[in-house]
């Protein structure tokens, strides 16, 4: 509660209204750039990782009966979905 008029200026003083305007600082551009570049790089390389693990998964499970390579592929998917996220949460950080 504000109990004398000296200290409702001074709240009133201190309560001024900012306007800031975001702005992308020089330079941002290229940044993204480059991580759309490496984001293109990791999903490529998780979609050779998962056709991999998935041959590898297949000839094992011809040869020996079992398929223990499922692992693999699973793992390029996490990377993947990874790799997504983080593109999200720097375009959201960034817009």
Do not use: D
């Not at 201190?14 to 940044?31: D, K, R, S, T």
């Not at 398929?67 to 990377?79: H, R, S, Y």
Request: proline share 3%; hydrophobic share 60%; glycine share 10%.
């Amino acid at each position: 509660m504000i109990e004398t008029a000296a200290q409702a200026a001074a709240v009133s003083h201190l309560a001024l209204e900012f306007n800031i305007v975001p702005e992308m600082p020089p330079g941002a551009n290229g940044f993204i750039r480059i991580v759309n570049w490496l984001l293109w790089a990791v999903v490529l390389a998780c979609v050779a990782a998962l056709i991999y693990g998935g041959g590898k998964f297949a000839w094992e499970k011809y040869m020996t009966g079992r398929g223990e390579a499922g692992q693999g592929m699973v793992w390029a998917l996490v990377g993947a979905v990874v790799a997504y996220s983080a593109n999200q949460i720097l375009n959201a950080v960034v817009a």
